[in-house]
């Protein structure tokens, strides 16, 4: 059962789960225990989608299980040079003041249940975070992020969002 789920990841996550579609994430390298913790958001109806509500109904427990564990170990994307050293450096502020780096980790590879966030699609975590900023989108657990978006201005969303797509690590 699972090549049939990856195949259906690949398809709308892109190959080795790194996309190429516009507002669709990224999947490599995402943290095992956050893939399971957003298909039961989704299969839940927490978090809402069109296309990936029906589909994570469909992933059994022990599938969720084995094709996070697949997901977690798939190569993360990797990063394209900044297009705007203006706004790279204006998102690192805004990671810094905002301490992103506690729950995401220094490097953004995410660990738990929260996500990677180095080298994901600028345009997603945009979206993510002003989901976030507006109460589209939930946390769980302790709901640290509607808190953290709500503070953000627009300009700030793209800054950061800018930042972590093209993140370059720490020497």
């Not at 839940?44 to 509500?53: D, F, P, V």
């Not at 564990?69 to 203006?86: H, K, L, Q, R, V």
Request: charged letters at 20%; a positive charge; proline letters at 8%.
């Amino acid at each position: 059962m699972l090549p049939l789920i990856l195949q259906t990841c690949f398809a709308c996550h892109g190959a080795a789960g790194i996309s190429t579609t516009p507002l669709t994430p990224s999947l490599a390298a995402q943290p095992a225990s956050y893939v399971i913790a957003q298909l039961a958001l989704f299969r839940s109806g927490k978090r809402t989608s069109a296309a990936m509500a029906p589909m994570a109904k469909t992933v059994a427990a022990q599938d969720a299980r084995s094709l996070a564990e697949a997901i977690e170990n798939f190569a993360p994307p990797p990063a394209g040079p900044a297009t705007d050293s203006s706004r790279y450096e204006q998102g690192k502020a805004v990671a810094a003041r905002e301490r992103c780096d506690t729950c995401h980790q220094p490097d953004y590879s995410g660990i738990e249940t929260a996500p990677r966030l180095a080298h994901q699609r600028e345009d997603y975590l945009v979206k993510a975070l002003t989901d976030f900023k507006t109460g589209a989108r939930i946390g769980y657990g302790e709901p640290v992020m509607p808190a953290v978006a709500k503070g953000l201005s627009d300009a700030e969303i793209g800054a950061l969002a800018h930042y972590l797509s093209h993140f370059k690590q720490r020497p």
